[in-house]
Nanobody, 121 residues
């Protein structure tokens, strides 16, 4: 399974971006998925996540501005980011926790390669 993240770029404060993360391959079930970000000089932090398609969880700093959604038929996760500000700058990573069908072990975490978001005027 490989994850491919896309959608990052340079945007002015107040602007919007939509990130996507698609998983290749088949024969697996996604348990949880989410977005993380790492700002320059800081540790990676959780931004938004969903468990089994239930209600989403967000970091306080992005509540009301970001929206996570997913399409299980396409194994694709999205992050709509509105009202962006410079503090949102960083590399955004997607993570899928999934189990391969027929595998009786614990779920495994898979990470995307990261997509850079820069918010600057």
């Amino acid at each position: 399974v490989q994850l491919q993240a896309s959608g990052g770029g340079l945007v002015q404060p107040g602007g919007s971006l939509r990130l996507s993360c698609a998983a290749s391959g088949s024969g697996f079930k996604i348990n949880t998925w989410g977005w993380y970000r790492q700002a320059p000089g800081k540790q990676r932090e959780s931004v938004a996540s969903m468990i089994n398609g239930d209600s989403a969880n967000y970091a306080e700093s992005v509540k009301g501005r970001f929206a996570i959604s997913g399409d299980y038929t396409k194994n694709t996760l999205y992050l709509q980011m509105d009202s962006l500000n410079p503090e949102d700058t960083g590399i955004y990573y997607c993570k899928f926790r999934l189990k391969r069908i027929g595998d009786f072990g614990p779920p495994q975490d898979y990470w995307g390669q990261g997509t850079l978001v820069t918010v600057s005027s």
